[in-house]
């Protein structure tokens, strides 16, 4: 097997490694597996996981109920000294709770927002809370001294903008006129506010009584409550916008060799350039590894007729899918855009469920 | 399985949902017209459609949570001149920051009103929806809307919406599951939620890439001398037993199960999609 000598070298000025990418495709693997990797060379690794399966979470000593840093025991991994690897499991709604004890002016605030129906329905209702709170975790992790790296697994997106746009959309919400329009009471509107804006709030009022929510009165409350942290989260995208930044960021989109993945990586790329952030590398996950001849079995005495006969069909059956394989990385190849590296990873043809299962697909990823 | 009106195809990411959704959508076209629409916002199955060469019967829909915020805004002020006023200025951004969840809320609605539309023509809906996390959420809104508006147009709907999914002649789900550990844990307790939670009344599974076992153990045994066919015959004979494991989980669990074949071929094409079409109507046509 190839020593995955020229991987460990892209990533050895890195302090932080993003893996992106659609759902099922394995994200969670590559980053465990490429953290993993990192810490047996030598170096502090913290990784946050999202949604793991179970088998993985146990390799990573982790629970289901717990969203805090643990340790993962190498002991039995031929460690180099030095090295040490913690993991976490995300939980958006503590983190979202966390971020409000932090930037809350008062106790009486914090409470009345965490008790607050429109928090409540926000923190969990609102699409895109758990990748803001991915990046809000992100930045825990990064102030946090004593790690040489942080690899980060992200929520899965439909595109690339879920969650590296997350902290902007949720700044836009929060500082939108629309919540200073709600948030300020008829005698304390701060800022001039044009017609449109009142006749706005008028139908807006019209609106809630029509619709039944009788929200606004909630909202509003809730503006005014949240108006102090207001400059606390400012700070926190700008902090997650700098990192993501940083020439020490790998950003790795992740996808399987099937057309339709293929094509939607080369759209996260597309759409990280909009937002002025680079792809650093594209990793083509569950590689097929190469099939054997079929001339050694056709020879054996050894193996019965039939048995011969249902091997072949399979070997068929797989050299079949292979080619569709083949067919998507050349589309691949020749959409590559330029300065992104293609990274592969090949199938271990099992869910992965021990560390010595992620030191093996780690031990495959490879520069292509 | 007397399919409903609308069927809502959603799974884990990487279960083939879009392809299984553009089967489904092109079985059913077969019976009556049909429509596939298409929530997931990449236009996956509409596009897998139409590389497979579309049927004449098979409408094709793409829904955006914009348009129908447009159209309820429209509905509920009355007067033209306003409503077309805060469509043009930033009010989108103010109903939208004041009420969570509302956009999701109005997509169900468009649901509801396509599998009455359905109905009075005697035609289906298939809609490939997103994967499932989001897609619970999706359903989840309606009674979230509920508790939040106690009265009022909003009340109304949200129940109405509630009784559609809820009402097995209008609305079913299918959940695609590939046979793994992660998808199949997904799937049932997507299932879960959307009986318990959500009423859902007609939900069948969609077991997906099914591969026959091929091999006995013995005969993975006798490969001792060949290690590299060993390995491969032992994967296989593994997968199939996973799909065997996965078919019993999901009866178990009460569900309908509609198995997939893998399909082995250099290109995922009409004749992919059409195996799975077949498939799918022979699980539809089972009592």
């Excluded at chain 1, 966390?98 to 008062?106: D, F, M, V």
């Excluded at chain 2, 019976?31 to 236009?43: I, K, N, V």
């Excluded at chain 2, 799937?187 to 969609?206: F, N, Q, S």
């Amino acid at each position: 097997m190839k020593r995955p000598g020229s991987t460990a070298l892209a990533l050895a000025d890195r302090r932080l490694v993003v893996c992106l990418g659609p759902g099922g495709v394995g994200k969670t693997t590559i980053s465990a597996a490429l953290a993993l990797h990192l810490a047996l060379g030598g170096r502090k690794v913290d990784v946050m996981t999202v949604d793991p399966a179970p088998r993985l979470l146990d390799a990573l000593g982790l629970r289901v109920d717990d969203s805090s840093l643990q340790p993962v025991s190498l002991g039995a991994m031929g460690a180099r000294g030095g090295a040490r690897l913690r993991a976490l499991k995300l939980d958006p709604k503590r983190v979202f709770d966390r971020l409000i004890e932090r930037y809350a002016p008062s106790a009486a605030a914090r409470d009345a927002i965490l008790a607050d129906r429109v928090y409540r329905n926000l923190s969990n209702a609102l699409a895109g809370v758990a990748d803001y709170m991915a990046m809000e975790q992100l930045l825990e992790l990064s102030r946090a001294p004593d790690a040489d790296m942080i690899v980060l697994d992200t929520p899965p997106a439909a595109e690339a903008l879920d969650f590296l746009g997350a902290p902007r959309r949720m700044l836009e919400l929060l500082g939108s006129r629309a919540v200073t329009l709600l948030g300020a009471a008829g005698d304390a509107m701060r800022g001039p506010f044009s017609m449109l804006d009142l006749a706005a709030r008028a139908v807006l009022g019209a609106f809630d009584r029509v619709t039944g929510l009788h929200l606004l009165g909630d909202v509003r409350n809730f503006v005014r409550n949240f108006s102090g942290m207001y400059a606390g989260f400012a700070e926190r995208a700008e902090a997650a916008g700098e990192l993501l930044r940083d020439p020490r960021t790998l950003i790795v989109v992740v996808a399987t060799a099937e057309r339709e993945r293929i094509a939607q990586a080369i759209e996260f790329v597309a759409a990280l350039n909009e937002m002025d952030l680079k792809a650093g590398a594209i990793a083509i996950n569950r590689l097929r590894p190469p099939l054997p001849g079929a001339g050694e079995i056709a020879k054996s005495r050894k193996i019965p007729e039939s048995l011969r006969a249902k091997l072949q069909s399979h070997l068929a059956d797989l050299a079949a899918l292979q080619t569709r394989e083949q067919a998507a990385l050349d589309a691949l190849h020749a959409a590559l855009p330029q300065g992104v590296e293609l990274l592969h990873a090949t199938d271990l043809g099992r869910e992965p469920r021990s560390l010595a299962d992620l030191a093996e697909i780690a031990k495959t990823i490879r520069r292509a | 399985m007397t399919p409903p009106r609308l069927i809502f195809v959603t799974g884990k990411g990487g279960s083939g949902k879009s392809a299984v959704a553009a089967a489904l959508a092109l079985a059913l076209s077969r019976r009556r017209p049909a429509t596939l629409a298409d929530l997931d916002r990449r236009g996956s199955a509409a596009g897998m459609l139409a590389a497979a060469g579309k049927a004449d019967a098979l409408e094709t829909l793409a829904l955006a949570p914009r348009a129908e915020l447009k159209a309820f805004i429209h509905r509920i002020v009355p007067l033209r001149s306003i409503s077309k006023r805060m469509l043009r200025s930033r009010t989108f951004g103010y109903v939208t920051a004041a009420l969570p969840g509302l956009e999701a809320f109005l997509m169900l609605e468009r649901l509801r009103l396509i599998a009455g539309t359905a109905a009075l023509e005697d035609r289906y809906a298939v809609i490939d929806a997103p994967a499932t996390g989001h897609a619970l959420e999706l359903l989840n809104v309606a009674g979230g809307i509920r508790e939040l508006a106690s009265t009022g147009t909003l009340h109304r709907l949200a129940a109405a919406v509630e009784d559609f999914i809820a009402d097995p002649n209008r609305f079913g789900v299918i959940l695609t599951v590939s046979p793994e550990e992660l998808s199949l844990r997904e799937a049932l307790d997507a299932a879960r939620a959307m009986r318990e939670t959500l009423r859902v009344g007609w939900i069948a599974a969609a077991l997906n890439f099914v591969t026959a076992p091929l091999f006995s153990a013995a005969e993975v045994a006798t490969l001792a001398d060949f290690p590299e066919h060993a390995r491969l015959a032992e994967a296989r004979r593994r997968a199939g037993r996973a799909a065997a494991d996965a078919r019993r989980a999901l009866r178990d669990a009460g569900l309908g199960v509609i198995e997939l074949p893998m399909v082995f071929a250099a290109d995922f094409d009409h004749a992919g999609l059409e195996t799975l079409c077949e498939r799918l109507e022979q699980g539809l046509s089972q009592p």
